[in-house]
Structures are given as structure tokens and as C-alpha cells.
């Protein structure tokens, strides 16, 4: 059994999955803390016993913002090329675009018909539009981040949430509580905020109707709806969006 190993050391999540050659067998994650080389080495241990393969052979790619910090890994790869290869192959293949929002960053990737990467952007400057950014919204609304699907779509009306900084924002949550208005309304107004900030970062390109949103706000049914309705298109979004990347780092050892 050739084993390759993908690692995605994100600045929140870190995220190891295996794959026997092409076919993915098992994936775990774990928050990122200090000595992140100790929890991605966990998290292996624990995938191979979870598939029965303890001591057996494996190689590793690792990827993310902590990528250097996992010695002994057989490759490192960029995650802007693992997360092009890993939608890629997962996908069926051919031309698309993805968003990916991640924590401290979200980005817009686009490939060509054979999966390489065409450009991308990238919006690094403020954490509002990234999945930081709904973290800090879920600790103030004092809801977890799983709910904000469940929230939103029992939304009765859209709030506009305007501010560009997440600080600002942060203040323009704690004044619509204040006001009265319904954690519902506000998780849906911040989905759309969300949405807006990623179409923007599109600009006005034909991305061909073959739009993937992936990273762990994808999760997040509300905010597919709001990009979906951002962009007057549909929205795809693969099974376990947030492991795309790790996906990918694996896939890379296999060219």
C-alpha cells in the first residue's frame, strides 16, 4: 500500500489526511496550538491505526501557513497549488474558479482547463471577509460557528453590515444586539457581508458558471446561499470542503 500523507498546517486548523495512491482513506483534524509538528504527528498516529496500517511506509507533503515547521516531510507545497490541485482531482478536472476562505485570508484561484493555476487573488489585509472573521462574530453573538447555517436560514429579514474593518464590524454587532435585533437576521447580514467581499475579489471575470467555495466557511449552507445570490450562479461545494488543501498536499506526492 503506498501511502501519501497530506498535512495542512493552517493558522487555526491543522488538517492531516491519507491516501492510498489517488483513493483518500481517512482524514482528522485539530486546533492549531504550539509545537504544531507534535499535533500533526498525533493525528497520523491516529489515522494509520484508524485504517490498520501501523507501521506501514508513508510519505508526507506539508502545506500552510506552518509548512516548514513539520520536519522530515518529503515535500513542501504552497497552498495556493495544493488547493488548485487538490479541487482539481477531486472535482473531475476542467476549468474553474475557487473561493477559499480561510482564516487569516481568503482568496480567488483560477484554473485552467488542465489545472493549473491561471491567477489568483488574494485579500490578506483585513480578517473581514475570512473565517477569523466568523469566529469573532460567533464568540460576540455567544452562538457556536456550527449553528450559523441553522441561524441563518431561519432569518426573517437581512441586516446590512457595511464596515470594512473587522474591528468596526465587530462594534456594529454589539450595537445591533443592543438595538434588539435577532441573532438570526445578524448571522445572515453577516454571511452576505461575507459574500460581497468575495465577489469583489472576483472582479468582473466570466468564471463560467463553475464556481467551488472551499476551506471551513463553506461549511456554512447561509453563506453559500449569500455568494449564490452575490453572483447569480451556482455555488459548488465538495464533501468536507475544509480538507481540500490537505487533499491536494497528498495528491502532489503522486506527480
Known amino acids: 500500500m503506498n501511502l501519501c500523507i497530506g498535512a495542512d498546517l493552517g493558522s487555526t486548523v491543522i488538517k492531516v489526511v491519507i491516501h492510498s495512491d489517488e483513493t483518500p482513506l481517512w482524514r482528522g483534524s485539530s486546533p492549531t496550538v504550539p509545537n504544531q509538528e507534535r499535533v500533526v504527528r498525533g493525528l497520523i498516529s491516529e489515522g494509520l491505526a484508524a485504517i490498520g496500517a501501523i507501521g506501514a511506509d508513508y510519505k508526507v507533503a506539508a502545506t500552510g501557513y506552518g509548512k516548514k515547521l513539520l520536519t522530515g516531510a518529503q515535500k513542501n507545497i504552497n497552498e495556493i497549488s495544493a488547493n488548485a490541485l487538490g479541487l482539481f482531482r477531486q472535482n473531475g478536472g476542467g476549468a474553474c474558479v475557487i473561493i477559499n476562505i480561510g482564516g487569516p485570508d481568503s482568496k480567488v484561484i483560477r484554473l485552467a482547463p ?128 475544509q480538507y481540500t488543501v490537505a487533499h491536494g498536499a497528498a495528491f502532489s506526492l503522486l506527480s
Open 114 to 241: 488542465d489545472g493549473r493555476v491561471r491567477d489568483f487573488r488574494m485579500n490578506d489585509k483585513c480578517a473581514a471577509g475570512t473565517g477569523r472573521f466568523f469566529e469573532q462574530a460567533a464568540r460576540i453573538l455567544d452562538v457556536p460557528l456550527e449553528d450559523f447555517a441553522r441561524l441563518g436560514a431561519a432569518s426573517k429579514k437581512e441586516i446590512d453590515i457595511n464596515s470594512t474593518c473587522v474591528v468596526f464590524a465587530e462594534s456594529e454587532i454589539v450595537s445591533l444586539l443592543a438595538a434588539g435585533t435577532a441573532r438570526e437576521d445578524i448571522v445572515r447580514g453577516l454571511c452576505a457581508s461575507v459574500a460581497r467581499r468575495a465577489a469583489g475579489l472576483m472582479g468582473n471575470d466570466d468564471a463560467g458558471g463553475n464556481i467551488y467555495l472551499d476551506g471551513g466557511p463553506a461549511l456554512n449552507k447561509c453563506l453559500v446561499d449569500a455568494l449564490r445570490d452575490e453572483l447569480s450562479v451556482d455555488v459548488h461545494v465538495l464533501e468536507a470542503p
